[in-house]
């Protein structure tokens, strides 16, 4: 799987629950992938518009800021 299409699955994966932060290495594993890309794909994600929160500490991880998504086809 390629680096964009990654990060649509980490988006589509941290939508599934915007209410909990999820940790990096529940991220990566469900992509299947480093905990280290996490923060990578975060900053790509944030750079085309998509609000993610990043918690650090102990109960911390990543989550949507806004509640729900919208996918436009063209």
Do not use: H, Q, W
Not at 23 to 33: M, P, Q, S
């Amino acid at each position: 799987m390629n680096r964009t299409a990654k990060c649509i699955e980490m988006l589509v994966y941290l939508s599934e629950d915007t209410e909990n932060y999820r940790k990096a290495k529940d991220v990566a594993d469900y992509l299947n992938t480093n905990p280290r890309n996490i923060r990578e794909f975060k900053r790509e994600l944030e750079s085309a518009g998509f609000g993610i929160e990043e918690k650090k500490g102990r109960y911390g991880g990543y989550r949507l800021k806004d509640k729900k998504l919208v996918f436009v086809s063209v």
